[in-house]
DNA sequence: CTATTATAGCGAAACGTTTCAATAAAACAA
DNA sequence: TTGTTTTATTGAAACGTTTCGCTATAATAG
């Protein structure tokens, strides 16, 4: 039925060719502005695009990559694109891609290695140049890195830094940002501060505390065991608000003064808002609380949160810089070492905080 | 440098040919399993996957897809990805995409008309075998619609239907969604009733006000002109929450009694808590708030906020399952009607809304 | 006037597949 | 026996590009 000439679907450069009344090699040449366009003079360009222009030429993308061995695509591998926390990176991250006239295949893994894995298998079969993880939760298994260094594709991992540092990342200063948290607090007034800490297996809350860690020794704040509870380890994002409302309560029973609650991250400080709230406990009047992350819906929140903002579309930037750089040194068939940035976070201050009366 | 076979970079179908001893021809038709491969024996079979298997062979796309003109890849164009309304819907769309082996890439058009125009140039290079639109913030012009069309790529729109039927949709039906929503305040006891309208250029926004409308006819409930104002036309989706807290305060300044208020969306609904809260007004204790949308960050909220849930993963779903069956039909060159789904929202009932004392 | 170089353009090969048409052996039917 | 069908495999062409090497003319240098 289909054949090839009669309805052929699209005009190829043979076409333009024809058209124009120069050869194939030309119009490719002029097209692309290759090297050799230089000899080539104005007039017979001006005739060429023209004649592509009038037959609405679009080049085969495929026929293109299959010689070139390039194809201007991105894998950009989620975690979990339903977090917040994702989608500011993620703009980031096709910004920057658009500017650099490339385009993001999206793969989002659910959180499942399964589905990791797959998802790799298919956008490394689809030869994209660079890949980028986010590893915005949980369990990102050691051999999970071998999974990537098989496809000796340019990587950037968001938001975790691998322990063989040969694959790039982009992180932020969690233990910085921890500690200009409880820095704020202090500055506020507030000694009698609570907890609830983040799950332990992810490095980002061990170095969360290590920062509120290090402020509390350098001015001498006494963290009271008694008014620090942990997240449990579990995996679904979605219930972790929950698991933080509980947690707080649980700190409430405790029975213990605080004037003010350090939560992991803003998700958690949205649960303990909630406890505090049931609990008859005025934010800020009471007691203050502040987050971390600055996620979308922090600033709507009433009160609006104080937090620590993580630069989340700068980080996507950054690691499409990294992408970028690696690609092009690949081309050029130089080495290139991996890159590992670490970004400031910035204290937000909003109405979820207030000084001690 | 780089020669052909001295550090040839990947291991194609002839390699696999040469190593299990059988023509290229061969290998391709077991690995694809081909109408020819009814003829060859399983342990022809068996040989060549093996041979495939051990020397890594994966297949390139490129070439592939220069001869099939198929690429299993579908563009998702997206109006604002950071609109929280959104992502549910993506994750629905890729999810769908996944189970149907195909991969998304990702365009966002940051709500501007070129944008737009050019990741529409870059996808259709591409050769997208279908296209969703997410038209998640307002100005689609009638035009942009013909831009799609020259496409002929198998196209649907979530979230707006076109006035020219030729384009397939997917939407929701705000206006039972707001019937039911006013109903449920109705329910409740409340008479004084005021709303937040969204922009009138939005055309959701006109059926959810026709829906509240057809239920006060319905029962008789007098609509106060003096409790309904307008969110203005304007296009940047993250101060909308300022402009509904605005509006709010505006309306508070009428001095006009009102139980109860009901929000265009979730959004203006979070501003309408701002204002009440300055206003001292407690919600739910002296005003019931309604949203709609159900966006992440409302069951959050403190209180939690009542609203009219869209189901958005399902429209994810059933934008695949359309455009998916269109691209089947075009393989098979059967033509295939424009489909439009609107399906129905819920009301889910949380804390911000309570009955009349 | 001849040798060189710059300018202008083209033909053909190659990228890695899939598929059509052909071939050849084996199985079967007459 | 011969002729036909089924089974098993293959060579070659085609998909639409890009690029290498070649030719041919024009300009420049000696």
Chains 1, 2 share one sequence.
Not at 44 to 61: D, E, F, S
Not at 162 to 169: F, N, Q, W
Not at 228 to 249: H, K, S, W, Y
Not at 331 to 356: C, G, K, M, Q, Y
């Amino acid at each position: 039925m289909r054949q090839r000439n009669p309805n052929k679907a699209s005009v190829t450069i043979r076409d333009v060719a024809k058209s124009s009344g120069f050869s194939a090699s030309t119009v490719s040449i002029v097209l692309n502005n290759a090297p050799l366009a230089r000899y080539i003079p104005p007039q017979t360009k001006a005739r060429i695009q023209r004649a592509a222009k009038t037959l609405g030429y679009r080049p085969n993308v495929f026929a293109k990559s299959l010689r070139s061995k390039r194809n201007h695509t991105v894998g950009v591998m989620v975690f979990d694109i339903t977090d917040p926390y994702c989608t500011p990176i993620i703009r980031g991250i096709e910004n920057a891609l658009y500017q650099a006239s490339y385009l993001p295949i999206l793969a989002d893994a659910h959180n499942e290695r399964g589905r990791f894995e797959r998802y790799l298998e298919m956008l490394l079969e689809r030869r994209i140049e660079g890949l980028i993880v986010l590893a915005n939760w949980l369990f990102l298994d050691i051999n999970l890195l071998a999974d990537i260094e098989r496809g000796k594709i340019p990587t950037v991992i968001i938001g975790r830094e691998l322990e063989s540092d040969a694959t790039s990342s982009v992180i932020v200063d969690d233990e910085a940002g921890a500690y200009s948290a409880l820095s704020h607090l202090y500055g506020l007034g507030h000694r009698k501060i609570a907890f609830v800490r983040g799950p332990k297996a992810l490095s980002s809350s061990r170095a969360r505390w290590r920062g509120a860690q290090r402020f509390a020794k350098d001015t001498g704040l006494e963290l009271d065991p008694r008014l620090i509870v942990d997240l449990p380890d579990q995996r679904n994002p979605n219930v972790g608000v929950d698991d933080a409302c509980r947690m707080t309560e649980e700190l409430l029973k405790r029975d213990r003064q605080f004037t003010a609650l350090m939560a992991y991250d803003d998700m958690t400080a949205f649960g303990a808002l909630r406890a505090l709230a049931r609990a008859g406990i005025k934010v800020p009047g009471n007691c203050s609380v502040v987050g971390f992350d600055d996620i979308n819906p922090s600033q709507l929140f009433v009160p609006a949160l104080t937090t620590i903002r993580q630069p989340m579309e700068a980080m996507g930037t950054a690691a499409v810089t990294i992408v970028n750089d690696a690609i092009t040194a690949a081309a050029e068939n130089r080495a290139l070492p991996a890159v590992h940035r670490r970004l400031a976070a910035e204290l937000v201050i909003r109405d979820s905080t207030r000084a001690i009366p």
